[in-house]
């Protein structure tokens, strides 16, 4: 039997409001190396890689003495970017999750398909635009531009909650653990999973 690729990748991405370098494994440990200037971001990607068992590590800096936007948004990209490089040809994969993770008081969903068409579904209704200095609005930033470029289709869907942080975590709890569903290879599965022959 042929020994199973390696399912990783990296990416570095320069512009004139990010420096960032970001590293990403699909068949990982769960550790995370985080350096960002978002310390609530640092630990949303803390969570998504825990619970998704992947490797990731993050070196962004940005022009936070702005806002948080730009880094967000770019961490987004690039961690798209590196889950697609890392899923290859998607021979063999489930394609699809569907996850619920309750933290505390709330509820999260995220229903997920590597399809390689991206979509974004986002459905949250948070009861502060805060969390410290964290905008919640940049959560969608952040999750769409992942869908963009990791080609996926994806809906987030936060059913319940009182409390922000607890809310959003859930979102990240369960974005790992469906993109480590979805990505897991079923020995089933031949080929492609698609009726087309390709994804």
């Known amino acids: 039997m042929a020994e199973q690729a390696i399912r990783a990748a990296d ?3 320069k512009t004139n409001e990010t420096d960032i370098t970001l590293a990403f494994a699909l068949d990982g440990t769960g550790v995370s190396k ?10 949303m990607l803390d969570l998504f890689t825990k619970h998704g068992q992947f490797d ?43 996850v619920f993770v309750p933290m505390d008081e709330a509820l999260a969903q ?3 398909d590597l399809s390689n068409r991206p979509h974004f579904e986002y459905r949250a209704a948070y009861p502060s635009q805060q969390v410290g200095s964290f905008s919640t609005e940049l959560v969608h930033e952040f999750l769409w531009k992942l869908a963009l470029e990791a080609r ?3 809906h987030v869907i936060v059913h319940y909650g009182h409390n922000t942080h ?28 698609s009726t087309k022959g390709v994804l």
């Open 11 to 13: 990416v570095a991405r």
């Open 34 to 43: 985080l350096e960002t200037d978002v310390p609530f971001l640092n630990h």
């Open 56 to 98: 990731l590590t993050v070196e962004a800096r940005g022009d936070v003495d702005i806002d948080d936007h730009h880094t967000v948004e770019d961490i987004g990209i690039c961690l798209g970017q590196t889950i697609r490089d890392a899923l290859g040809d998607k021979r063999g994969i489930k394609r699809y999750a569907s």
């Open 110 to 112: 995220v229903v997920l």
């Open 152 to 154: 996926m289709t994806l």
């Open 166 to 193: 607890h809310m959003i975590e859930a979102v990240f709890k369960a974005l790992g653990r469906a993109l480590d569903e979805a990505s897991t290879v079923d020995p089933r599965v031949q080929g492609v999973p």
